[in-house]
């Protein structure tokens, strides 16, 4: 079965410090990997996507996520975490194979916050 | 309009009512997903649309929730005879094309509240 797990729950870090919250996966085929950021009582932002090509992709706010195929996993990284990154963090991962083609299918998702 | 609408974005109802949630994508998106997300929890697949394609109806919990979606565009979820459980934040999002490389783009919800 097609599946995403963000195995933290919660993730804190300071100011200034690299953060990465972390995803893998399990999917046939190619997968088309996402992440989305949800600020407190908005809908979800998309941030990146990867879809083929280089492993280090770059998105919005100065995130960037790394796939790596044999680890089967596409963290979310940034160098210098900002109190404003402060948000909740959700994995996707869209299949494209199959009788469930398209349908995307997300992580629990990971409550970051990022302290003075 | 710019982005996916939905309407309403709050909604209290009493149990046993039904409810009718609406969501207006983005002009020329084939695609069209509900989610669910419960306090506390992360999003919930409930079932998408794709172009002129039979729906993936997979992800409705119970045969009181059904979606459609007309003439490619807007599209309805109605949850019949609420229950407590079904209260929840109902997101609506498009894409481009569900079968091509592009992201999904979200509504701000509709908080349904059961009482």
């Known amino acids: 079965a097609q599946s995403v797990a963000q195995p933290e729950d919660q993730v804190n870090v300071a100011e200034g410090n690299p953060l990465t919250v972390k995803c893998t996966y399990s999917v046939s085929g190619n997968p088309y990997l996402f992440w989305y950021v949800q600020y407190p009582n908005r809908g979800l932002q998309f941030l990146l996507k990867y879809i ?52 995307l299918y997300f992580g629990r998702g990971t409550q970051l916050t990022v302290w003075p | 309009g710019a982005g996916v609408s939905q309407s309403p974005s709050n909604k209290v109802t009493e149990k046993g009512k039904d409810v009718e949630l ?22 919930e697949f409930l079932i998408y649309f794709q172009g002129n394609s039979a729906p993936d109806k997979s992800g409705l919990p119970s045969d009181r929730f059904s979606a459609e979606r007309t003439g490619g565009s807007v599209s309805t979820l109605t949850i019949q005879r609420t229950q407590q459980e079904d209260s929840a934040v109902y997101l609506c999002a498009s894409s481009l094309d569900g079968w091509e490389r592009t992201e999904a783009f979200f509504g701000q919800g509709t908080r349904l509240t059961v009482v």
């Open chain 2, 22 to 43: 609406r969501c207006d994508p983005i002009s020329g998106h084939t695609a069209l997903y509900w989610y669910r997300q419960s306090l506390g929890q992360g999003l």
């Open chain 1, 52 to 103: 083929t090509g280089d492993n280090l992709v770059k998105g919005s706010y100065g995130f960037e996520a790394e796939f790596n195929k044999s680890q089967t996993s596409f963290h979310l990284k940034k160098p210098s975490a900002l109190v404003s990154d402060s948000a909740l963090y959700f994995c996707a991962v869209r299949d494209n194979r199959g009788s469930t083609l398209g349908r």
